[in-house]
C-alpha cells in the first residue's frame, strides 16, 4: 500500500497562474482533509471531505477551491495563486465519518508563489 | 485561531535524557493527538488519547492528559537521535482536528 500520494512534491507559479494538487490514498478510508503548513505554525485545515459526495470549509478556505473525486481522490485548486498561498501542502485521510481517529498524511507539495 | 500550544517551542537534549512537551488547549475536545514530524515529511500519528482517559502508553511514548487543566504532556524516555523531530499536538472537539505550532525536539548522540 501506497497510503496517502501527493504530486507535484514541487511547483513554482508566477501570481495570477492557476493550478491543481492532487491527492490519492488508498487505504479505503472516508475522509480527507487537505492542510497548509507555515514556517512556525501548525497545520491549518484548508478544505476537508467528511465522505465520497461532500465537502467543507476549514480555517482557511479563501482562494481554494476543492473536488473530492471519487472516495480515493480529492484535489486542492488555485485559480489565482498569490504570493500568500507559498506554503507546503499537506493531504491527509482517516477511515472514520469524524475526528476520533488518526489522520494518515500524505509526504507535502512545496510550493512557492513569485 | 489555534486550538493547541506546545511548550517549550524548541528542546534540546542528550542521547538518553527524558523529553517532556506540553500542550494547553482552549475548548472541551473528544480527543487530543500527537503527532511526530520529520525535516521535508509528513506528519505521522503517535498515540491519541481520549478525553476520558488520563494517561496512555505506546513504547517509549507516555501521554498524560487533564481535561480540568485543559493540559496534555508528551513524555520520551531513554531519547534517540532518531527522535530527533517536530512534535505537534492536534485536538478534536468537532469534526475538526487543530493543530498547535509544534516543539522541535532536538536529541544529540
Known amino acids: 500500500n501506497a497510503g496517502v500520494t501527493q504530486t507535484p512534491k514541487f511547483q513554482v507559479l508566477k501570481t495570477g497562474q492557476s493550478m491543481t494538487l492532487q491527492c490519492a490514498q488508498d487505504m479505503n478510508h472516508n475522509s480527507m482533509y487537505w492542510y497548509r503548513q507555515d514556517p512556525g505554525m501548525g497545520l491549518r485545515l484548508i478544505y476537508y471531505s467528511a465522505s465520497e459526495g461532500t465537502t467543507d470549509k476549514g480555517e482557511v478556505p479563501n482562494g481554494y477551491n476543492v473536488s473530492r473525486l471519487n472516495k480515493r481522490e480529492f484535489s486542492l485548486r488555485l485559480e489565482s495563486a498569490a504570493p500568500s498561498q507559498t506554503s507546503v501542502y499537506f493531504c491527509a485521510s482517516s477511515e472514520a465519518r469524524g475526528p476520533y481517529n488518526e489522520q494518515f498524511f500524505g509526504p507535502g507539495t512545496r510550493l512557492t508563489v513569485l | 485561531s489555534q486550538q493547541g500550544e506546545e511548550d517549550p517551542q524548541a528542546l534540546s537534549i542528550q542521547e538518553g535524557e527524558n523529553a517532556t512537551m506540553n500542550c494547553s488547549y482552549k475548548t472541551s475536545i473528544n480527543n487530543l493527538q500527537w503527532y511526530r514530524q520529520n525535516s521535508g515529511r509528513g506528519l505521522v500519528h503517535l498515540i491519541l488519547?481520549?478525553?476520558?482517559?488520563r494517561e496512555k502508553h505506546s513504547g517509549r511514548l507516555r501521554v498524560t492528559l487533564d481535561t480540568s487543566k485543559k493540559s496534555s504532556s508528551l513524555l520520551i524516555t531513554a531519547s534517540r537521535a532518531a527522535d530527533t523531530a517536530s512534535y505537534f499536538c492536534a485536538t478534536a472537539g468537532g469534526f475538526k482536528t487543530i493543530f498547535g505550532a509544534g516543539t522541535r525536539l532536538f536529541v544529540k548522540a
Open positions: 488519547i481520549r478525553s476520558n482517559e
